[in-house]
């Protein structure tokens, strides 16, 4: 029987490819001046051009962004309450299915990335908490998912996206408070009704071929519409894209982080399933909020160099998923680490404790066969090992299989 939110999959002819970052954009443009207003946060042309007779909600005619939307994943937090009070749609979508409660957390939270994230929500008078209220007030759905991840969540240089299990493809906006750590945005979307266990989607995956020169070739030609992006690279960019490629597997190519070449003998070993539970499909559940809130991608990716939170705040959110949002301690993700294994890739002997009081599964194995010992034992390069956390963790009884990479 498969294992809880997991389907039947689907016949790997049939299964989607995974996007390429210029598929991730998508359409752009065909800005209405209202738009254009918005963006830049001039409330009077706004509101003129209201008054004037442009529609509020009409959307963009590239990715189908409206006033709200715009306004609020650029910050203007202020401009937002305004178009609220007029008539705006909270639950207006883009494409992508971003919604401005999303949009809101979103921007208060963006993660550190080589491009500039708008910086205008720094300078409202109204905090993203009063906006999130005032959205929900009026009538959001606290529910809706996101149909893609968000292309601009960290440009082009995903630490987070790719390696670090933050896709955000089906992800709520409780999801999105939870890998913030913010338990006040949490608390306040399940005062609306936020169903607060619902997990990202599994993304579709690269199916290798059996000739790797036709499965070089595909990706060859998915990866041209991205050229000219690559070539306007500055050096330092280039770095920031070599830490990624560092923290994932060296044949990545595409915006999924997965690319053609040829398996080794030991890259194949490395795909075998040690975890005993059944595999994910496309579209399966992914990544928990206990597991976005415990340190997904910490011990697969630099996550921490790009993920920004709520400062020490790893057990408040762990414990309030858990005490108040009814969260499964030892649930799995798409990978099958639990929260015991995010927690251990960090260090993190506090939430360890924690969760082993709450009945975590010390000895639980992922599907790569990492245990939540090896997590803490410096799984991937230049993150050095947590040793007393290692010690810890051998004493509640976890396998160290002693293959330290950054040793």
């Known amino acids: 029987e498969p294992a809880r939110g997991m389907g039947t999959g689907t016949p790997k002819e049939e299964e989607p490819k995974p996007l390429s970052y210029a598929q991730l954009v998508g359409s752009w443009g065909g800005l209405t001046a209202l738009l254009h207003a918005v963006r830049q946060g001039h409330t009077e042309a706004a509101v003129a051009l209201i008054d004037g007779g442009a529609d509020i909600n009409q959307p963009s005619g590239g990715d189908q962004t409206q006033p709200l939307l715009i306004a609020t994943i650029n910050g203007q937090f202020d401009l937002a309450l305004t178009l609220l009070a007029r008539g705006a749609d909270p639950n207006g979508m883009s494409l992508a299915g971003t919604t401005p409660l999303f949009a809101v957390l979103e921007r208060q939270w963006a993660p550190r990335a080589s491009y500039a994230h708008p910086t205008e929500h720094e300078q409202q008078e109204s905090t993203y908490l009063e906006v999130l209220r005032a959205l929900l007030a009026a009538g959001a759905d606290p529910d809706m998912r996101l149909k893609t991840h968000l292309w601009f969540m960290e440009y082009t240089f995903s630490v987070l996206g ?66 000219s992006q690559k070539a306007e690279e500055t050096g330092e960019q280039q770095e920031a894209e070599g830490q990624v490629a560092s923290s994932i597997n060296p044949k990545m190519a595409n915006a999924e982080g997965e690319s053609a070449e040829p398996e080794s003998e030991e890259e194949e070993e490395e795909e075998k399933d040690y975890s005993g539970i059944p595999p994910v499909p496309v579209n399966g559940p992914s990544i928990y909020p206990i597991h976005a809130a415990s340190g997904v991608g910490y011990g697969q990716s630099f996550a921490a160099n790009a993920h920004r939170h709520v400062p020490d705040s790893w057990l408040p959110a762990v414990k309030f998923l858990i005490e108040e949002a009814g969260a499964e301690v030892d649930i799995r993700d798409v990978n099958a680490y639990t929260a015991l294994h995010h927690a251990a890739s960090r260090g993190d002997d506090e939430l360890i404790m924690y969760l082993v009081e709450r009945g975590a599964d010390v000895t639980v194995v992922s599907r790569k066969g990492q245990t939540t010992a090896d997590m803490a034992n410096g799984p991937q390069q230049r993150t050095p090992p947590y040793l007393e956390t290692v010690a810890l963790l051998e004493k509640l009884g976890s396998t160290n299989n002693h293959k330290c990479v950054s040793c």
């Open 162 to 227: 790719r390696a670090g299990g933050a896709n955000l493809r089906g992800a709520t906006p409780f999801w999105r408070a939870a890998y913030a750590l913010d338990v006040d945005a949490m608390r306040l979307l399940m005062d609306y009704g936020a169903d607060p266990n619902i997990p990202t989607m599994k993304p579709p995956q690269r199916r290798r071929r059996d000739d790797p020169a036709e499965e070089k070739a595909e990706v060859e030609k998915e990866a041209e519409g991205e050229e």
